[in-house]
Every structure is written in structure tokens, then in C-alpha cells.
């Protein structure tokens, strides 16, 4: 399987991702999370455990099971650790660490590395039997609310080690932390090469036209990725250039707030026929793949993101970016050669404009973008880096190992 | 026949490259005066990595260094930063007198400037090391020919590896490319050639662009001397 990208990704991550996987053969590496679908922690999981299994690892994937309240309440520590308030009382807690230790009887949780993504399934660490155990998390803690804070570091502290998408992300909770970028998969049904007819089939499904450009954003119906603020600067942009703007993104099972937020969407569009908001079925990956190619100018006007992967997968397909600068985004977007940051909804439309009556200077942008994220960003390259995080882990952190 | 395979070398050259895996120290300085502080005290691999490995990432070079870069785009102060990016990391013996060059520089700048600024939340200075992983591309040179087509298949980690880690290991400071062409090959004057490039004002694109073009021109001589004697 690994030899499928060849010729894709950098040479260098394929040799030394092979070299690692010589020296942990047979080992066995297990991820959990809280969802099978919807978002990019699943997304890359899904792609990733066959990438590690073919590579000799016994790579495997769990999720945690839980109720209404336990996602309430763990969506409410989400949002404080991204630093919007929220209260979250002791009894919340104690659901929390409940629901885990009944996931704790269910789940195999023998293994030689663990890797635990974000805050949901954390108090796994109080069953841990072997191995070594890794908190992978993929939100933007650079602001915390302090005591929702203190309480995940009482987990975190427990840790071998911590891996954040960002610097600024990491905050002394664990001895060990390492900051290890996401990546999307080229191979991908969102990402590979579509023919024209494939295309053009979802543009005519999705009723979406191609003889005007189409501005883009996709992603979950959630507050921090601004949808109003969007459909705000589309509005500006509209005055000027004709469009059309198109809000796509599919259900979370663990974002009990995403209908709410949806609704608000639809209400602020008010009829709008050149605005369409898409809520599309889970595993919608061609159309999602064809939209971003269809589109003139890709968004994600994030007002807080963890990484962005919606940057990456547009990058990757050769457009321009406008996103927010906010989390990872900046860490892909070099303002001005790799995309525009923004950084208001006056500053969106502008960019959107200048992007749409520059075609030479859109087309240009996204080339180098395609190549950075070619270099950076690809799946390959974040396989590499888990098994370098376990392997150095289990060398005892030396700072420089020869293979 | 005979001048073409003596040319052939029993010593080839072994490409190898170098990965970095970023690892946070938990510190970060928001102006001057924590970034004086932090450097006093944080790890030799913290100071490695924001200054030698400076150019293993792919920067726009304006700057020779993490903390010239910092001071000049996060803090605006332009001359601390032209001070910082002139601190040449090969010529300090050692970490310890790396650090004392760049404390040097920042105390001058310190008692020069009125004020001590900070920079916006979110953009602080990042202290940061790395477990660097060492391997080899897997391609070897025999020859120059050889050696050119390699240098334009490897990754810009091996760029790094031989032509700026590589004066870290090499007695001497030279990178590894000049040791095998004048060892190896014995063409010193096309050693000189690539140790004259000025490590610091390009990066490794323009490294590989720029030695490849000198080699070329070595292998475009030897072709011609050679097809007249065949």
C-alpha cells in the first residue's frame, strides 16, 4: 500500500516511515477516539490504520460509546478549552470518568502504543496496562478556561507524552511534548484526481452552477467557523463580482450543537438563492472533492480552528485559501504566496474579490500551495511522525537516533 | 577508457538525510527581556534548533536564525534583528558560546533600546528542540555524473544533512560534498568552488540549484576532454 505514494510524497518520509516500521514489526498500536465519523480526527484515522497495517504494525482502532449528557458535556469542555465559557460542575465530571471506566471493560486495552485523540476518551489513562501512552490532542488550547484546563491536565500529567498540531497549542501538561501537524491523505477519495465528468455529475446533483465562480467553505455548522460571518463578507463581495456562495458540511455525532447552529445558517442566508448551504450525508468525500475543485476561491473564515484540515484538502487541489487567522491555519497559509490570512469579515471579502479579478495571481498561489502541503501536510508524513514520537519513546528520548 | 574510470572513485558518495520530530519545552518569551531570560537557561538542543536548523526549514531568508527572525517579524525591532542574523553559529566553538553571543547581542540592544515591547498574544517565541533521526537516501554517487543526477532526486533533507549539519561533524567546518570532491575525487578547485558558497544566504533549493549548476559545468569539461581521447 505504501508504494502508492510514491511519486507523491516526499521520498524521505517513505524511506525513513519504512526504516521505523522495520524496527516495530508486530507491535501493536491502538488508537481510540469518540467518533467513527464526521471531522478530520476520524477522517485520517480511517486512512491511517491501513497505511500502519500494511506496514507490518498491528494497528487498530477504537471508539468510545456514551450518552446525550456525555456529549453535552464533553462538547462543553471543547469549547472551554478553545476558550469560550462554559460550567462544567463535578458531577459532569464524574459522568465523564463513569462513561470511560464502563468503555474501559468493553475496550481491549492491551497494546505496546496507545494513542488517545482529544479530551473524550482521556480518563482511559486511569486503566492503562502496558505500553507506552500517548494524548494526542487536536483542538486549539492556546486560550484556555483555566479549571476545565487544571482538570484535563490531571489526566494528561499521566501521559508518556502529548502531541499538539501547533506550538502555541502545547501547555505543560505533559514531560513529553511534541507538536506533530495533521495531514490529509492524496490517495483519498476527498483528495485523489477527479475526471471532468465526475464533476461535473455532482455540480448538476447538488445543483451547484459552473458558468459563475463559486466561493466555498466547507465544514461542520459550528460557531467557530463563523458561517454567518461568510455568508457577511459574500455579501460585500456580491456588490462587486458576481457569485455564488456555497456553505457544505456533514453531521458530527459528537457536536450535539451542530443542527442549532445549521438553523441560524439558514436563517441568515434569508432565501438567498446564490447562497446554498449543503448538509451532506456522512462519507460524501467525491462530492466534497468535486466542490473544492469546482470552486474559484476556497474559505475558512475560522475564528478558532484546531488545525484546518479543510485549508490543507483545498490547497491540495490547487486553489487559493482565504482562511482565518486562527489555530493551525497560519501555519499552512503563508499570507500572500501560500493563500490570505484574515483576520475580519471586511478582510474576507476583499481577498475574495482581489482573488476573483486575479486569475494569474489565484492560479499561482494555488500551485505553491499544493507543493507546500505536498512537502508538509500529507499522510505519510504524520504516520512517519507517530512511529518517530513512539520509537523515541521507547529509546529513551535521545536526541539524535541513527537508523 | 582508462582516464573516464579513474574517475570513478572507490570511495562513493553516500547520500544521507535528516528528519526533525519538533518537541515543545514549554517555554516562550513575549518580548526582549523573557527572550534574553529563556536563552540563559534553556536546553543546548533548544539553541541547536533555532539556530543551526534554522535552515532546514523552508524560510523566506531574511534572517540567519529563529530568534532574528522572531525579533525582526513578531517584535519589529529590525537591528536586533540584523544583530542576531550575523552571529555565524560555525564560528562559536561550542553551544555555550553560541548562547553567550547571542545574550551578548541582546544585552547591547537592551541597554539601547528605551522601551521592551511584547508582541501579541498567540505570537510569542516558542522555545522548541527536536530528536533529529539520521538515514541514509538510499542513493549513492560513484562518480560526478552520478553525483549530479542525485543531487537533484534527493530531498532537501539531505541538502541540509551534507551541506549545514554536515560542518558540525567535519573537521575543518566543511560540508560533506567538498571533503568527497577534494578526497575523493581530488578536483580541489571545484571544492573551493562549493565552500565558497555562503552557507547563509541561500536556502536549500537554491543550494542544490547552485552547486549542481558548478558541477555541471565540471562534468561538461571532463565529457568534452574525454570524447576527444575516446
Given at each position: 500500500?505504501?508504494e502508492?505514494?510514491?511519486?507523491i510524497?516526499?521520498?524521505?518520509d ?5 526504516k521505523?516500521a522495520?524496527?516495530l514489526?508486530?507491535?501493536t498500536?491502538l488508537?481510540i477516539?469518540?467518533t467513527?465519523?464526521?471531522?478530520g480526527?476520524?477522517e485520517i484515522l480511517?486512512?491511517m ?6 506496514l507490518g504494525?498491528k ?6 460509546t456514551?450518552d446525550?449528557?456525555f456529549?453535552?458535556?464533553t ?7 478553545q476558550?469560550y465559557?462554559e460550567t462544567?460542575d463535578?458531577?459532569m465530571?464524574d459522568h465523564?470518568r463513569?462513561?470511560n471506566e464502563?468503555?474501559a471493560t468493553l475496550l ?7 494513542i488517545?485523540?482529544d ?6 489513562i486511569n486503566f492503562r ?8 490532542c487536536h483542538?486549539?488550547?492556546?486560550n484556555?478556561q483555566?479549571?476545565?484546563f487544571?482538570e ?6 499521566k ?13 505543560g ?6 507538536i506533530?501537524s495533521?495531514s490529509?491523505?492524496p490517495?483519498a477519495?476527498k ?6 465528468n465526475?464533476?461535473e455529475e455532482?455540480?448538476?446533483?447538488l445543483?451547484?452552477?459552473l458558468?459563475?465562480?463559486v466561493?466555498?467553505q466547507v465544514?461542520?455548522?459550528?460557531r467557530f467557523k463563523?458561517?454567518t460571518?461568510v455568508?457577511m463578507a459574500?455579501?460585500?463581495v456580491?456588490?462587486y ?8 458540511g456533514s ?6 450543537e451542530?443542527?442549532a447552529?445549521l ?5 441568515f442566508?434569508?432565501n438567498?438563492?446564490d ?5 451532506l450525508?456522512?462519507f460524501s468525500?467525491?462530492d466534497i472533492n468535486a466542490l473544492?475543485r469546482?470552486?474559484?476561491v476556497i ?6 480552528e484546531?488545525?484546518?484540515l479543510t485549508?490543507?484538502?483545498?490547497m491540495?487541489?490547487?486553489k487559493?485559501?482565504?482562511?482565518g487567522?486562527?489555530?493551525?491555519i ?7 504566496v501560500?493563500g490570505f ?6 478582510g474576507?471579502?476583499?481577498r475574495i474579490r482581489q ?10 498561489m ?5 507543493e507546500?502541503?505536498?512537502r508538509?501536510?500529507l499522510?505519510?508524513?504524520?504516520v512517519?511522525d507517530?512511529?518517530?514520537?513512539w520509537y ?5 528520548m535521545?536526541s539524535?537516533?541513527e537508523? | 577508457m582508462?582516464?573516464?574510470l579513474?574517475?570513478?572513485?572507490q570511495?562513493?558518495f553516500?547520500f544521507r ?6 518537541k515543545?519545552t514549554g ?8 527572550l534574553r531570560?529563556?536563552i ?8 541547536f534548533h533555532h539556530t543551526?536548523?534554522?535552515?532546514l526549514k523552508?524560510h523566506?531568508?531574511?534572517?540567519t ?10 517584535l519589529e525591532?529590525?537591528a536586533?534583528?540584523e544583530?542576531l542574523?550575523?552571529?555565524?553559529p560555525y564560528?562559536?566553538?561550542s553551544?555555550g558560546e553560541?548562547r553567550?553571543a547571542l ?5 547591547s ?10 508582541t501579541?498574544p ?13 538515514f541514509?537516501?538510499g542513493v549513492w554517487?560513484?562518480?560526478l555524473?552520478?553525483f549530479?543526477?542525485a ?10 544533512y ?8 567535519v573537521?575543518?567546518?566543511?560540508d560533506?560534498f567538498?571533503?568527497?570532491?577534494d ?6 578547485e ?6 565558497a558558497?555562503d552557507?547563509?544566504?541561500?536556502s536549500?533549493s537554491?543550494i542544490r540549484a547552485y552547486?549542481s ?9 571532463d565529457?568534452?576532454?574525454?570524447g576527444v581521447?575516446?
Amino acid at each position: 500500500m505504501i508504494e502508492r505514494y510514491s511519486g507523491i510524497s516526499p521520498k524521505g518520509d517513505l524511506i525513513l516511515l519504512r526504516k521505523l516500521a522495520d524496527r516495530l514489526a508486530d507491535k501493536t498500536f491502538l488508537h481510540i477516539n469518540s467518533t467513527r465519523e464526521g471531522g478530520g480526527v476520524a477522517e485520517i484515522l480511517q486512512r491511517m490504520i491501513p497505511i500502519m497495517s500494511s506496514l507490518g504494525i498491528k494497528a487498530r482502532w477504537d471508539v468510545i460509546t456514551g450518552d446525550d449528557r456525555f456529549f453535552d458535556m464533553t462538547k462543553k469542555v471543547h469549547n472551554a478549552l478553545q476558550g469560550y465559557p462554559e460550567t462544567i460542575d463535578e458531577d459532569m465530571w464524574d459522568h465523564h470518568r463513569a462513561v470511560n471506566e464502563t468503555n474501559a471493560t468493553l475496550l481491549d486495552l492491551e497494546a505496546d502504543a496507545t494513542i488517545i485523540h482529544d479530551p473524550q476518551p482521556l480518563p482511559l489513562i486511569n486503566f492503562r496496562k502496558n505500553g507506552v501512552w500517548i494524548w494526542r490532542c487536536h483542538i486549539d488550547v492556546s486560550n484556555p478556561q483555566k479549571d476545565v484546563f487544571g482538570e484535563i491536565g490531571k489526566y494528561v500529567s499521566k501521559f508518556d507524552a502529548a502531541l499538539y498540531s501547533v506550538s502555541r497549542f502545547a501547555g505543560g501538561m505533559s514531560r513529553n511534548e511534541f507538536i506533530v501537524s495533521p495531514s490529509i491523505d492524496p490517495l483519498a477519495e476527498k483528495n485523489r484526481e477527479l475526471g471532468r465528468n465526475e464533476i461535473e455529475e455532482t455540480a448538476r446533483r447538488l445543483d451547484i452552477p459552473l458558468d459563475r465562480p463559486v466561493v466555498l467553505q466547507v465544514s461542520r455548522f459550528d460557531r467557530f467557523k463563523d458561517p454567518t460571518g461568510v455568508i457577511m463578507a459574500y455579501r460585500k463581495v456580491k456588490k462587486y463580482n458576481d457569485c455564488v456562495l456555497v456553505l457544505a458540511g456533514s453531521p458530527a455525532t459528537d457536536d450535539p450543537e451542530g443542527a442549532a447552529v445549521l438553523n441560524e445558517v439558514r436563517q441568515f442566508a434569508s432565501n438567498d438563492p446564490d447562497v446554498r448551504i449543503l448538509l451532506l450525508p456522512p462519507f460524501s468525500d467525491k462530492d466534497i472533492n468535486a466542490l473544492q475543485r469546482i470552486a474559484a476561491v476556497i474559505l475558512q473564515k475560522s475564528l478558532k480552528e484546531g488545525f484546518g484540515l479543510t485549508v490543507t484538502e483545498g490547497m491540495w487541489k490547487g486553489k487559493p485559501v482565504i482562511g482565518g487567522a486562527a489555530g493551525g491555519i497560519p501555519l499552512q497559509i503563508t499570507h500572500g504566496v501560500t493563500g490570505f490570512l484574515v483576520h475580519s469579515i471586511e478582510g474576507t471579502a476583499f481577498r475574495i474579490r482581489q482573488l476573483l479579478n486575479n486569475s494569474d495571481m489565484a492560479g499561482r498561489m494555488g500551485q505553491q500551495a499544493r507543493e507546500y502541503v505536498r512537502r508538509h501536510f500529507l499522510i505519510t508524513r504524520q504516520v512517519r511522525d507517530y512511529l518517530a514520537v513512539w520509537y523515541a519513546l521507547s529509546e529513551g528520548m535521545k536526541s539524535l537516533i541513527e537508523l | 577508457m582508462e582516464e573516464r574510470l579513474s574517475r570513478e572513485t572507490q570511495w562513493p558518495f553516500e547520500f544521507r538525510q535528516c528528519t526533525t520530530i519538533l518537541k515543545a519545552t514549554g517555554m516562550k518569551a513575549s518580548n526582549l527581556k523573557e527572550l534574553r531570560h529563556i536563552i540563559s537557561i534553556v536546553s543546548d538542543d533548544s539553541i541547536f534548533h533555532h539556530t543551526y536548523q534554522y535552515f532546514l526549514k523552508e524560510h523566506i531568508l531574511e534572517y540567519t536564525n529563529d530568534f532574528a527572525h522572531w525579533a525582526g517579524e513578531s517584535l519589529e525591532e529590525r537591528a536586533i534583528a540584523e544583530e542576531l542574523s550575523n552571529i555565524d553559529p560555525y564560528e562559536c566553538g561550542s553551544i555555550g558560546e553560541l548562547r553567550s553571543a547571542l545574550l551578548s547581542v541582546i544585552d547591547s540592544c537592551l541597554a539601547r533600546v528605551p522601551g521592551d515591547r511584547n508582541t501579541l498574544p498567540g505570537d510569542e517565541f516558542f522555545f522548541n528542540e527536536t530528536i533529529t533521526y539520521v538515514f541514509p537516501a538510499g542513493v549513492w554517487a560513484r562518480n560526478l555524473a552520478e553525483f549530479l543526477m542525485a543531487l537533484k532526486f534527493v530531498d532537501a533533507g539531505s541538502i541540509y544533512y551534507h551541506f549545514y549539519e554536515a560542518r558540525m561533524r567535519v573537521p575543518g567546518s566543511f560540508d560533506d560534498f567538498s571533503l568527497w570532491m577534494d578526497q575523493a575525487l581530488n578536483k580541489k578547485e571545484l571544492a573551493d568552488k562549493v565552500r565558497a558558497i555562503d552557507p547563509f544566504m541561500h536556502s536549500t533549493s537554491e543550494i542544490r540549484a547552485y552547486i549542481s549548476e558548478i558541477v555541471m559545468q565540471e562534468v561538461s569539461r571532463d565529457m568534452e576532454r574525454t570524447g576527444v581521447n575516446l
